[in-house]
């Protein structure tokens, strides 16, 4: 091994440290976001035309805001909200300042997903909640997320997956992870190694949650 990946070997404390701060990036991003995300995906539901609570200016307004931040590259949203970023954490350099952009450009995204999901909830099934007296919140809860779980799920795992590309990416404001080792050292240095290695790392972590993903709604669709 020594002799194959070398510089991985002298660098096995930092491989270790840039693993921590990529799941801490992922996964810290990812519950925001989530929350961001679930939220926004429901109110454009229920407040589109013929939605249990429509409102068409509401929705006009958080269909155009959810497209134009999706619409942002995330390397310019980076430096765009990079003032919040100071404003919110005190920094906009390091493994926590990445945190803010993250969510920001992942949130909009799994709030589409989120969206395109629940319209899958049969809606005879809404229609019959109302007839029988059930009030919004009781409908969202108990027919549209409950009805559309797995298929949330789903969307969850490719947001994931598509949040773990994006802090790669972070690498651009000295986030850490595994990304910024694999470019700031790897590729400058000619290291191919440790390129190598990081992306394998990054792979496992992709697989890993997609396998989890996967068998989660599967369980739940079952049950």
């Known amino acids: 091994m020594a ?4 510089n991985v070997i002298s660098m096995k404390s930092e491989f270790i440290q840039a693993t921590l701060e990529t799941l801490y990036m992922t996964f810290g991003s990812a519950i925001i976001a989530a929350v961001l995300g679930l939220a926004l995906g429901v109110w454009l539901v229920v407040t ?3 939605g ?3 409102d068409r200016v509401t929705y006009s307004i958080l269909d155009k805001l959810t497209n134009l931040l999706r619409s942002v590259p995330f390397i310019i949203l980076l430096a765009v909200i990079s003032p919040l970023t100071n404003f919110l ?3 906009t350099v390091g493994t926590t300042a990445s945190l803010v952009p993250l969510i920001f450009g992942i949130f909009p995204f799994y709030a589409r997903q989120v969206q395109n999901a629940l319209l899958d ?3 005879g099934v809404v229609e ?3 007839s029988m007296g059930s009030s919004p919140s009781e409908i969202i809860f108990r027919v549209y997320l409950k009805e ?3 298929d949330i799920i789903r969307v969850s795992i490719v947001t994931v997956i598509s949040l ?3 802090t790669t990416m972070a690498g651009a404001i000295g986030s850490g992870g595994l990304g910024d080792i694999a470019i700031s050292i790897g590729y400058a240095r000619f290291e191919n190694d440790i390129t190598l290695v990081a992306t394998l790392i990054i792979l496992i972590l992709v697989f890993a949650v997609q396998i989890i993903g996967d068998w989660l709604a599967k369980k739940v669709e079952h049950n």
């Open 3 to 6: 002799a194959l990946i070398p």
């Open 89 to 91: 954490v005190g920094t």
């Open 48 to 50: 589109q035309p013929g």
């Open 164 to 166: 773990i590309g994006l």
């Open 128 to 130: 019959a909640a109302e």
């Open 52 to 54: 249990i609570l429509a």
């Open 148 to 150: 559309g779980l797995p």
């Open 121 to 123: 909830v049969d809606h």
